[in-house]
């Protein structure tokens, strides 16, 4: 999922990560990388992880 969100600035990672698995009502996996768009630029350069997810990761939500 690619998602970012300017709500979550000021929030902590942990609880960014609850937020979004409050709301997934889904039987398939995925892996949560909530960023606000700053920090999701940001990573894009700096975690391959990101990029990775840049990469093959399926838009969810827009």
Not at 5 to 28: T, Y
Request: net charge neutral; charged share 30%; with cysteine.
């Amino acid at each position: 999922m690619k998602q970012n969100s300017s709500h979550f600035a000021g929030v902590r990672w942990h609880d960014r990560m609850v937020q979004i698995l409050k709301l997934w009502n889904c039987p398939e996996d995925m892996d949560v990388l909530p960023y606000t768009p700053e920090e999701f630029e940001d990573k894009k350069l700096n975690s391959s992880t990101v990029r990775s997810a840049v990469r093959e990761g399926k838009l969810v939500v827009s």
